[in-house]
């Protein structure tokens, strides 16, 4: 089992549309979660952090997290073609001494005009 | 405020050569992490410095290698390159608050291909 799994995609929404984008994690103990936004042959951009259950908003864009379910998502409200990236699901995993980030895979979202 | 820059931009290395790249943190960031992110995968940790010390190690063999100075940049060193080396290596900086939500930020990358 991976530790953080999204689902490939790609996800395809018209322009307009709610994008929903899934994420679990196998590690209970972890505490902090984090969406990345990166565009083709660019680097990851940090779009949103959460750390407690329920919904963190801002924008357009809203996190979700469930830790009895080992769940986190991504909502992203009225679609735009420019928001056609793939969006990465990170994990704080914390060890003694220091902390890093796990990821998924990514899930690729492309929204048409 | 600057954020993480990252050199060179791109890179091209045969098997078995040496390779040093370069990150400059963010303003008022002291600690720097090193990831490897190959086609179609998420980035991978690879290791994390503070304070000018390697404080935690992903799996990646000794080959890899890094630096912190005590103007908080640092530098990956990879020795005896192999193809499957190639790759978008991604800098993060972020500043310790405690506690498990520290954000980091990436620098654009280095592109390294593996002849």
């Known amino acids: 089992q991976k530790e953080v799994e999204q689902n490939s995609g790609p996800l395809s929404v018209p322009e307009g549309a709610i994008a929903s984008l899934n994420c679990t994690y196998s590690d209970r103990v972890s505490q902090s979660f984090f969406w990345y936004r990166q565009y083709s042959g660019k680097s990851p951009e940090l779009i949103m952090s959460?750390?407690?259950?329920g919904d963190k908003e801002d924008g357009r864009f809203t996190a979700q997290l469930n830790k009895a379910s080992q769940y986190v998502s991504l909502l992203i409200r009225d679609s735009q073609p420019s928001d056609s990236a793939t969006y990465l699901c990170a994990v704080n995993r914390v060890r003694t001494g220091f902390q890093k980030l796990v990821f998924g895979t990514g899930t690729r979202l492309l929204v048409s005009p | 405020e600057t954020g993480v820059t990252q050199s060179p931009t791109h890179l091209i290395k045969t098997r078995g050569q040496q390779v040093t790249l370069r990150c400059s943190s963010q303003?008022?960031?002291?600690?720097v992490s090193w990831y490897q992110q190959a086609l179609g995968q998420g980035p991978q940790f690879i290791f994390q410095y503070y304070r000018e010390e390697e404080n935690g190690r992903g799996n990646f063999p000794p080959r890899f290698s890094g630096l912190q100075f005590p103007n908080y940049s640092s530098e990956l060193n990879v020795n005896a390159l192999e193809l499957d080396d190639s790759a978008l290596y991604l800098c993060?900086?972020?500043?310790?608050?405690?506690?498990?939500?520290?954000?980091?930020?990436f620098g654009p990358g280095t592109r390294l291909t593996v002849l």
């Open positions: 993060a900086s972020s500043f310790p608050t405690g506690g498990a939500y520290n954000e980091q930020f």
């Open positions: 303003s008022g960031h002291n600690t």
């Open positions: 959460i750390y407690s259950n």
